[in-house]
């Protein structure tokens, strides 16, 4: 089973701010085949960028996707107030796994 | 539009059972893989188990195999979870989620709005 590893745990920022989120990956992730997802409280994750880089139509272009390999980013350029909420990495390329999440917190 | 309408959750003593359903409409329900993924309150998501459009392929995680089955009713564009031998870890928000190619092993663009299941010990 491939572990994902997300850090930080949890992220203080502000809006306007830069928000960098890590994904590591305990074995190679076959073609890119990573995705993340935004969840808020009380509702279902949302898909927003899948093969690593590939934004889901309708998804700000502030969110990207970047990595290969073991070591996946999620960068939101410019925060905006909706953008704080509990992040995921998923992998499915072996199966399915999910990383633990990081929570972006309004500083 | 999609939808994913899950239910079936409720309160159940540990070592109890449980059917969980999730209606589908707005796609071609056969020519999707479907999946059920879990959230434990306060914690992440687990995937917990996946079956192809035709239901001739089935895959689960480690933590549910062999206590729970997944299945589905093409001609009722209905998904199920067939949950025995609950046990208190299995409390959790389950979703029933599909992916918007269809195929098995991508990612999933369809969420329901979840059903709840306590499993008390």
């Known amino acids: 089973e491939i572990v994902l590893t997300q850090s930080p745990g949890t992220l203080s920022l502000s809006p306007g701010e830069r928000a960098t989120l890590s994904c590591r990956a305990s074995q190679s992730v076959s073609s890119r085949k990573l995705a993340w997802y935004q969840q808020k409280p009380g509702q279902a994750p949302r898909l927003l960028i899948y093969y690593a880089v590939s934004r889901v139509t309708g998804i700000p272009d502030r969110f990207s996707g970047s990595g290969s390999g073991t070591d996946f980013t999620l960068t939101i350029s410019r925060l905006e107030p909706e953008d704080f909420a509990v992040y995921y990495c998923?992998?499915?390329?072996?199966?399915?796994?999910f990383g633990q999440g990081t929570k972006l917190e309004i500083k | 539009e999609v939808q994913l309408l899950e239910s079936g959750g409720g309160l159940v003593q540990a070592g109890g059972s449980l059917r969980l359903s999730c209606a589908a409409s707005?796609?071609?329900?056969?020519?999707?893989?479907m999946n059920w993924v879990r959230q434990a309150p306060g914690k992440g998501l687990e995937w917990i188990s996946g079956i192809s459009g035709s239901g001739d392929s089935t895959h689960y995680a480690d933590s549910v195999k062999g206590r729970f089955t997944i299945s589905r009713d093409n001609s009722k564009n209905t998904l199920y979870l067939q949950m025995n031998s609950l046990r208190a870890e299995d409390t959790a928000v389950y979703y029933c989620a599909a992916p918007g190619s269809g195929y098995e092993f991508t990612p999933f663009d369809f969420w329901g709005q979840g059903t709840l299941v306590t499993v008390s010990s």
């Open positions: 707005g796609f071609t329900f056969s020519n999707c893989a």
């Open positions: 998923q992998q499915y390329g072996t199966s399915h796994t």
